[in-house]
């Protein structure tokens, strides 16, 4: 099955940086989906992006689809951004979606 | 706008005992999907109906089976209960099957096996 790999798996930044979190993906894909899992466990749906650039506020999402790979800009973190940003996507022909394995971002005041 | 309800939020069973997990989807929505996350995992997919019939299947346990009913809500039933099976299950929707609609997650379920 499709492999979802993302990076880094931790980051650890102040109040008020900026960050990219990377997701790549071994093959072709339907769709693409970025989380926002809070501390309280609700997975929040970022970006439903296959392909191209999307922004909601401080963050944004860009897929390059043909060289199969995501990236999620947050900028001016707050601690409330803290929790794991989940990369999922659906491979062709499939139903489900396959999640990467995270990455834990940690805002500290 | 009205969201994935699932219930209960949390449930506490014993080894052997059988849980039912229930899912609401978002109104209009016609395919549902079970996830299971275990402790610092990632989202594990289950399970998931189109229009009330079976999908897709993933890594679904023997024990554990599930269905959509007419008014497309969908229960997952877990029996014979094992402490592995202590994790937070995840219903989500979309509208349009076969890979297609963004998903929406309810707030889980975290079962606890004792």
């Known amino acids: 099955g499709i492999q979802v790999e993302q990076s880094p798996p931790d980051l650890i930044l102040q109040e008020g940086a900026n960050s990219t979190l990377r997701c790549n993906f071994s093959?072709?894909?339907?769709?693409l989906q970025w989380f926002h899992q809070n501390p309280w466990g609700q997975l929040i749906n970022l970006f439903y992006?296959?392909?191209g650039t999307k922004q909601n506020g401080r963050l944004s999402a860009t897929t390059v689809a043909t060289e199969r790979y995501s990236l999620l800009y947050i900028s001016s973190s707050q601690t409330t951004d803290s929790g794991v940003y989940f990369c999922?996507?659906?491979?062709?022909?499939?139903?489900?979606?396959?999640f990467g394995t995270g990455t834990r971002l940690t805002i500290i005041p | 706008a009205a969201g994935v309800i699932q219930s209960p939020r949390h449930l506490i069973k014993e080894k052997r005992e059988t849980a039912t997990l229930k899912c609401y989807p978002i109104?209009?929505?016609?395919?549902v999907y079970w996830y299971q996350q275990g402790p610092g995992q990632d989202p594990q997919f289950l399970i998931s109906?189109?229009?009330?019939?079976?999908?897709d299947k993933g890594s679904i346990p023997d024990r554990f089976s599930a269905q959509q009913f007419s008014d497309y809500h969908s229960e997952l039933n877990m029996s014979s209960l094992e402490l592995g099976d202590s994790a937070l299950y995840f219903c989500?929707?979309?509208?349009?099957?076969?890979?297609?609609?963004?998903?929406?997650f309810g707030p889980g379920t975290r079962l606890t096996v004792t």
């Open positions: 109906f189109y229009e009330k019939m079976q999908s």
């Open positions: 989500a929707s979309s509208l349009g099957g076969r890979g297609r609609g963004e998903q929406y």
């Open positions: 999922a996507v659906y491979g062709f022909g499939n139903e489900k979606l396959t």
């Open positions: 992006i296959p392909s």
């Open positions: 109104p209009r929505h016609d395919t």
């Open positions: 093959d072709s894909v339907n769709n």
